[in-house]
T-cell receptor
Framework: QKEVEQNSGPLSVPEGAIASLNCTYS??????FFWYRQYSGKSPELIMS????GDKEDGRFTAQLNKASQYVSLLIRDSQPSDSATYLC???????????FGTGTQLKVEL | DADVTQTPRNRITKTGKRIMLECSQT?????MYWYRQDPGLGLQLIYY???????NKGEISDGYSVSRQAQAKFSLSLESAIPNQTALYFC????????????FGPGTRLTVL
């Protein structure tokens, strides 16, 4: 089992819709969770971080964390073509003192 | 100005050559990291450093070495490059211990022929 798993996609949504991106992780001791956006050929850009169960909203982005289910998600409301990118889930495990990345989900927002 | 810079941005080299990739940051962060990214494999940690005197191997350190010349500078060397080291290389920095929000440089695209 991979430590951090994401569906590779592509996930296609129409412009203006809600995009839902999901991530599961294997280490119950994981403490911190991050979402990065990466455009093709560019570097990952941190867009959301979440540390406790529940929802965290920032503009059009909402991160959701459920530690009991070992599940973290990212919702993008009013999706725009500029949101088309690969979204990387990253999980920090203090015991291992490392940040583990998923392989990413490609999102395509269609006009 | 970019907070994390990498040089060179692109490099083509031949098998057996020694290559150095450089990373500099103005964020004032103590922690620095080197990752490589291959299509479909995600980001893999090569080496990391929590301060100038602290260097640690990551998941895939074989064939690589690093030098932390100062708080702001962290270099990655390929002693004898091989074609399967062709990849996109990223430097990253972080500050807060325990939370590890990492900030990435623009990347170096390395091709080994």
């Amino acid at each position: 089992q991979k430590e951090v798993e994401q569906n590779s996609g592509p996930l296609s949504v129409p412009e203006g819709a809600i995009a839902s991106l999901n991530c599961t992780y294997s280490d119950r001791g994981s403490q911190s969770f991050f979402w990065y956006r990466q455009y093709s050929g560019k570097s990952p850009e941190l867009i959301m971080s979440i540390y406790s169960n529940g929802d965290k909203e920032d503009g059009r982005f909402t991160a959701q964390l459920n530690k009991a289910s070992q599940y973290v998600s990212l919702l993008i409301r009013d999706s725009q073509p500029s949101d088309s990118a690969t979204y990387l889930c990253a999980v920090f495990t203090g015991g291992g003192n490392k940040l583990t990345f998923g392989t990413g989900t490609q999102l395509k927002v269609e006009l | 100005d970019a907070d994390v810079t990498q040089t060179p941005r692109n490099r083509i080299t031949k098998t057996g050559k020694r290559i150095m990739l450089e990373c500099s940051q103005t964020k004032g962060h103590d922690r620095m990291y080197w990752y490589r990214q291959d299509p479909g494999l995600g980001l893999q940690l090569i080496y990391y450093s929590f301060d100038v005197k602290d260097i640690n191997k990551g998941e895939i350190s074989d064939g690589y070495s690093v030098s932390r010349q100062a708080q702001a500078k962290f270099s990655l060397s390929l002693e004898s490059a091989i074609p399967n080291q062709t990849a996109l290389y990223f430097c990253a920095t972080s500050d807060a211990p325990g939370f590890n929000e990492q900030f990435f440089g623009p990347g170096t695209r390395l091709t080994v022929l």
